[in-house]
């Protein structure tokens, strides 16, 4: 693990940094974006591959995609495309790009992260092998664990012992996945050369109402659910204050980045 930083409360797009630092796209690479929804990976990688290179960012929920198509468009980049798509069946030429990036998509569809076992066959990573050129690389971002997401899920059981039955799940709902799982599943999918850095972080909401907002909006449906929500709130609030620094309320997150090389 390398050491905690103190940063702003958008872990999505400090961990979109990340994954484009690590994978240190080369100038002039076409890059495919699995999950892009806004482009937040996209458009960093292509800040790196300069104006030769060439990007598609891909989705299997639309929701996202209006949003990177109208940077693209206000930015003016020439070279990129979004679509609609699933990672599973990329209606895209084989060997066509140099890298292929996925980050927080998850692979607990196929593999079972406590057994270390596939569960299915692995659609997605087949079609990402299929479609990266003689050499091409590989990067997928993923959760480890998130302190956060782990506190409000005690706070539940401490307070509000019916969410799980009234929401159908409970709030810890992330994929909690491994190093050693996708050192595993890069391995069964035909990939080489393959690394994995694991990062903690520490993030920082300015106040316990943006943090409130950041918890609904990742486990919206879950919020969505709960019965007596506003005196939960008010239990959380008063809680909170053992995450209190001088910059606002802390918690850690530990992320991890795999990478392959196709053959």
Not at 40 to 65: C, E, Q, S, T, Y
Request: proline share 4%; net charge negative.
């Amino acid at each position: 693990l390398e050491p905690s930083g103190r940063l702003g409360s958008d872990y999505w797009s400090y961990c979109a940094e990340r994954l484009a630092a690590l994978a240190a796209i080369p100038v002039g690479a076409a890059v495919l974006d699995v999950g892009t929804f806004d482009g937040n990976v996209l458009f960093k990688v292509l800040k790196k591959a300069g104006a030769r290179g060439r990007g598609m960012g891909i989705d299997v929920d639309p929701d996202g995609l209006g949003g990177g198509i109208a940077e693209a468009i206000n930015d003016g980049w020439r070279h990129v495309a979004f679509a609609q798509m699933d990672a599973a069946h990329l209606g895209l030429g084989s060997e066509s790009y140099d890298w292929v990036l996925a980050n927080f998509v998850g692979w607990d569809y196929c593999f079972d992260f406590e057994r270390m076992a596939f569960t299915a066959p692995d659609t997605r990573l087949a079609e990402i092998r299929r479609v990266l050129k003689p050499g091409g690389r590989v990067g997928l971002g993923f959760w480890v664990e998130q302190s956060d997401i782990e506190w409000m899920a005690s706070a539940c059981k401490r307070y509000l012992n019916q969410v799980a039955a009234a929401a159908g799940k409970p709030i810890a709902c992330y994929a909690k996945e491994t190093p050693q799982g996708y050192e595993a599943i890069l391995g069964q999918g035909g990939f080489h050369n393959i690394g994995v850095q694991v990062e903690k972080t520490t993030f920082v909401c300015p106040d316990a109402a943006t943090w409130w907002r950041q918890m609904k909006q990742v486990a919206r449906e879950c919020f969505e659910e709960m019965p007596g929500i506003e005196r939960f709130q008010e239990q959380i609030f008063a809680d909170l204050g053992q995450f209190q620094s001088p910059q606002g309320i802390a918690f850690d997150k530990i992320v991890a980045y795999a990478f392959g090389t196709k053959p």
